[in-house]
Structures are given as C-alpha cells and as structure tokens.
Nanobody
Framework: VQLQASGGGLVQPGGSLRLSCAAS????????MGWYRQAPGKQRELVAS???????NYVDSVKGRFTISRDNAKNTVDLQMNGLKPEDTAVYYC??????????????WGQGTQVTVSS
C-alpha cells in the first residue's frame, strides 16, 4: 500500500490550499484517514482525522478553518485549508490507520508535503 499526497505550496496569510492523498494497492478497507503536520523544531501533531463512517476530529487550532473529507470508494482523503495562518506552516503528512490488506491490518504514512504560509 502506498499513500501519495499532493497539494502543498506557498500561500499568503488568509489564503487557501487543498491537500489530497490517495491510497493505492490491494485495500479492503481503511478505518481512519488523517493528516498530521510537523513544524521545524516541533513534534508531529494530528491536524484532522476522519473515520470510515465520516466522524471527524480536529485539533483546536484549525477548527472552523480546515475541513477533512474522504471518498471511501476511491480511498482518498482531502484537507481543505482556509484562512491559513503563518503558524500553519509545516510539512503535512497523510496517514491511514486500520488498513485491511491481504496481509492483515496495518498503518501507513505518506510522504510529506510542504505548506508555507507567508507574505
């Protein structure tokens, strides 16, 4: 299973970006899909997650600005980021948990995508 993330970039404060992540391979189901981020000198933190039943969870700092969504049929997860702030600058990582494959249940990480918010 591989996770391919895209959509990062440079944006001015107040701007928007949309991150996308697609899981490929032989996948029977994915329990939770989410996005983490890691800023320089800081620990990686959960930004948002969504279950297969569409229950969502957000870190307090992005509530009301970010929206996570997924397409279970396509095994994709998106993160719509509005009202971006300089403190949102980080490398963003796609993550999947409880992925059922031919070899059992696994967790996976995608490659990071840089998001920079700066004027």
């Amino acid at each position: 299973v591989q996770l391919q993330a895209s959509g990062g970039g440079l944006v001015q404060p107040g701007g928007s970006l949309r991150l996308s992540c697609a899981a490929s391979g032989i996948i029977f189901s994915i329990g939770v899909m989410g996005w983490y981020r890691q800023a320089p000198g800081k620990q990686r933190e959960l930004v948002a997650s969504i279950t297969s039943g569409s229950s969502t969870n957000y870190v307090d700092s992005v509530k009301g600005r970010f929206t996570i969504s997924r397409d279970n049929a396509k095994n994709t997860v998106d993160l719509q980021m509005n009202g971006l702030k300089p403190e949102d600058t980080a490398v963003y990582y796609c993550n999947t948990k409880l992925v059922r494959t031919t070899t059992g249940w696994h967790d996976y990480w995608g490659q990071g995508t840089q998001v920079t918010v700066s004027s």
